[in-house]
Structure formats: structure tokens, C-alpha cells
């Protein structure tokens, strides 16, 4: 089996740097977001999470992981953000299409174990439905004592093919 050639990208995002830095003007912009809120969503590299909202930089917090799952690790960026930051309205943003709709949490775990003898210690939080995944993120979010201002939360699924941002209603709260 001949190895897979790979060429790191990071010499070419490198020289692009240097034309962006030639260019930039953002100087002394304020730390806080001007809009006050936040977005949490996937890693997905086809959501550019500026271009979908008509955002611009400086406005809003973006979190992002894998699937957009409410972690205890994004608790803890939210809870900065409200608390130290400002921010009063979060977005969580699933996708279509996303990568965790085609993992088995079970298998993916068994396969890491038989390969290097540790189960994650993590939950990867797979899911089937990205609507019923943005509830479950949003209950998350009202359950956890660290957020104080839950008054402003929505919920979204984005459609990769076209686009659209699509509201997920809360059956309860
Ligand atoms: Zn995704």
C-alpha cells in the first residue's frame, strides 16, 4: 500500500496572511461584540457563519465543534461571554448533511477502543435528526445554572443545499 501524499496548506494560508496583514484595518476594535450575542454551530466547512447571518467581524461570538453540541466546554465559552463580555442572545446553528449524522456513537467508540485499548472518555454526540439535536442543545442551555440570561435563545438548521436557515420549534420549555 503506497502511503497517501498530503501537502500541508499552511505555507500557502501563510503568504495569505501577509497579504491580509498588508491590508488590515481593524485596528482597536473593541473585545466585546458589538451586537451582544452569540452563535453556536458546527465545524462544518461549508457554513461560513459571516456570509449565511450578514455578519460582520467584531459583532458576535461564533463557538464551534463538531455538530454544534452544547458541551460542557461551551458552556464554559458562553458563561465568559455572558458574564465578562456582555453578550444577551444566543443562536444554535445545526446543519443538514452534517458529519455526526453518519457516525454510530456505538461504533465509533468500539473502534477507537480495538485500535488503542482506551474508549473515549467523551461523548462524540452523534445524532440522526438536527432538528431534535437543536432541542436538545437548547434544553442544555436552559438546564445549565452557569448561563444567566436564557431569555433570547433560538434555534436553526441550516440547509446545505440551498442555503436557508430553518427555525426549530420548541414543543416545550
Ligand atoms: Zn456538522
Redesign the pocket.
Known amino acids: 500500500m503506497t502511503p497517501e501524499s498530503f501537502e500541508p496548506n499552511t505555507p500557502e494560508l501563510l503568504s495569505h496572511n501577509t497579504v491580509f496583514a498588508g491590508q488590515f484595518d481593524q485596528i482597536h476594535r473593541q473585545v466585546n461584540p458589538s451586537r451582544r450575542m452569540v452563535i453556536v454551530?458546527?465545524?462544518?466547512s461549508r457554513?461560513d457563519i459571516f456570509q449565511i447571518l450578514g455578519l460582520e467581524n467584531g459583532e458576535a461570538h461564533i463557538i464551534r465543534n463538531?455538530?454544534?453540541v452544547v458541551t460542557d466546554d461551551v458552556i464554559r465559552s458562553l458563561c465568559l461571554s455572558q458574564r465578562k463580555m456582555g453578550t444577551r442572545e444566543i443562536i444554535l446553528m445545526?446543519?443538514t448533511?452534517?458529519?455526526?449524522?453518519h457516525v454510530s456513537e456505538d461504533d465509533f467508540r468500539a473502534s477507537i477502543e480495538a485500535e488503542i485499548g482506551v474508549r473515549p472518555w467523551w461523548a462524540l454526540e452523534s445524532f440522526a435528526d438536527?432538528y431534535a439535536d437543536v432541542r436538545q442543545s437548547i434544553q442544555r442551555l436552559y438546564m445549565t445554572p452557569f448561563l444567566i440570561h436564557k431569555e433570547h435563545v433560538r434555534g436553526f438548521v441550516y440547509d446545505v443545499d440551498s442555503g436557508l436557515l430553518r427555525e426549530v420549534e420548541l414543543s416545550h420549555r
Open positions: 454551530t458546527c465545524m462544518d457554513m463538531a455538530g454544534g445545526h446543519h448533511d452534517c458529519g455526526l449524522q438536527p
